[in-house]
């Protein structure tokens, strides 16, 4: 019985996270402000990761993303492109190249994220500050046992 109660579980698990992906896209597309438009999910990740952690090669954030070097590759080329981040010397490998977040990128960035925070606001309003900490947790170590796993 304890087997299948903790395959129903994951299996509820999976359906909930595949929903929270979809939805959540979904309401960054359908929300109305600008704010949430002014920078796609690709660049968000990235200039929310350099603004956290600091200036990276495109190795660095390509692991640290999860993501194939040419994939990161060609967002930081459109990032550049549009004048949020900058490319400057590796330090540590004169052939390679650091990134780092524009004023700009930071300031979209930024945006992006305060227009997220009101909408989760507006959204969680009716739960408690105890439920909103906990989701919070729990969310991190999904997120965390994600990362371990890769």
Do not use: K
Request: charged share 25%; proline share 3%.
């Amino acid at each position: 019985m304890s087997d299948d109660h903790d395959e129903s579980t994951l299996g509820q698990i999976e359906t909930e996270v595949a929903l929270l992906m979809r939805f959540g896209e979904a309401t960054r597309r359908a929300t109305g402000t600008a704010e949430h438009r002014v920078l796609d999910r690709a660049a968000y990740v990235i200039l929310r990761h350099l603004a956290d952690a600091g200036p990276q090669n495109v190795s660095a954030l390509a692991a640290r993303l999860n993501l194939d070097g040419s994939t990161v590759t060609r967002q930081v080329s459109a990032l550049q492109r549009d004048g949020l981040i900058t490319r400057t010397p590796d330090p540590s490998d004169g052939r390679g190249t650091v990134i780092s977040p524009t004023p700009a990128g930071l300031q979209r960035m930024a945006a992006v994220q305060a227009a997220r925070t009101r909408l989760y606001g507006d959204m969680l309003a009716d739960w408690s500050a105890e439920d909103r900490t906990t989701l919070a947790a729990l969310l991190t170590r999904l997120n965390q046992a994600l990362i371990n796993r890769n």
